[in-house]
């Protein structure tokens, strides 16, 4: 009982600053409306929805839903990167934006 609450704890205390940093990239999105929010925000909604995924699969493949080669060896793999790639782009974009407007 006791190693199913760590457990718990665990998982929630992993989710925590990746819902910090999609609430700042939504509130960002929402006050700005650019693309580089945009992306931000894509990129953080996907790493979170992989993360879940990732929570789930242990009872997926315990439930023989899922091969583990196939689903977690290269799908979510490349989509998490395709989330991170638009999160960095979106990232670097807002960087060089302000510091565009700080040397004008």
Same mark, same amino acid.
């Given at each position: ?33 650019? /693309? ?5 925000? /894509?990129?953080?909604? /996907?790493?979170?929805? /992989? ?54």
């Amino acid at each position: 009982m006791i190693s199913i609450i760590i457990e718990i704890i665990g998982k929630i205390i992993y989710f925590i600053p990746e819902l910090i940093v999609l609430g700042a990239v939504v509130y960002y999105l929402v006050n700005n409306e650019s /693309i580089d929010g945009l992306l931000m925000t /894509i990129g953080s909604a /996907i790493s979170i929805l /992989i993360m879940i995924f990732y929570s789930l699969l242990p009872l997926l493949f315990e439930y023989n839903f899922f091969d583990y080669n196939q689903i977690g060896g290269l799908i979510l793999k490349f989509i998490s990167f395709v989330g991170h790639i638009c999160f960095a782009i979106g990232l670097f974009m807002l960087i060089k934006k302000n510091v565009k407007k700080k040397s004008h």
